[in-house]
């Protein structure tokens, strides 16, 4: 367990990536802050860890961003760590298929939320030299077809990682990105789903096609990835920054 309790901020903290997050940071002796756009989704997850606060908020809307930050400063006074993890799949369909709209409303999600968020949290982590965790995506390593919007905030995420590297590596602090493959749970099945309905085929043979698209030949779990962010924020890891770190069974290729 964590020497000294950190206050840790973790976006889309409800379910999934996010709540495993969240649970690992609790269980080494943070204090965590969650925020999600889904009330019933933090219901749950308060019901299940008490010790955690909470805001419902759009942070794709920065009127909800001052929010969940007056709410952190409220229950916390200050912030120690902070893990952008918001996202959405996007579409999954040819570039000429794209909707403008399902576009714009894919890069506001993934994109331009982590701006209203970092640029709030910035003076915090500023203060108490913290450490900040961008979530990527192997997408953001590679090509990814029928995903553009997706692939292009993923890449993005990956150069506002290194840029605010060198912006705040002066005021002792770090920013690296993780980079998951394809995670278990309903949101990968869902992605599966609409690959399948835009290829036609199986959506077991789609299954098939990503375990087959890493070396070890697996999808990964929340918990693992949970563990690396917090590896990322012990004095182990204190001279990385900049980096972003595939977590996805070494990702051979995303086309297939």
Known sequence: MSTVSRVVLVTAGGSGIGLAIAKHFLKQGDEVHICDIDQLAIDKALA?????????ADLTKVNQVDTVFEDLQKTHGELDV???NVGVAGPT????????????????????????????????LKKSKGVMI???SNAGLFGCPLRSPYAAAKWAIIGLTK????????????????????????????????????????AGTVRELYL??????????????AQTAHFLCSPA????????????????????
């Open 212 to 225: 087959q698209q890493n070396s070890l030949g697996v999808f990964v779990e929340a918990d693992h990835i």
């Open 93 to 124: 369909a040819a570039v000429e298929d794209i909707l403008p709209q399902e576009w714009n409303d894919t890069i506001g999600v993934d994109l331009n939320s982590i701006f209203y968020v970092t640029r709030k949290a910035v003076p915090l």
């Open 237 to 256: 890891a204190q001279h990385i920054s900049g980096q972003a770190i595939p977590i996805d069974g070494h990702t051979e290729t995303l086309s297939s």
């Open 48 to 56: 299940e860890l008490p010790t955690m606060t909470a805001t419902c």
């Open 134 to 136: 961008n979530m990527s």
């Open 82 to 84: 902070l893990v952008n």
């Open 163 to 202: 840029t605010w590297a060198m912006e705040l590596g002066p005021f002792g602090v770090r920013v690296n990105a993780l980079c998951p493959g394809s995670v278990n749970g309903p949101r990968i099945d869902k992605v599966i789903e609409l690959d399948a309905e835009a290829r036609d085929i199986p």
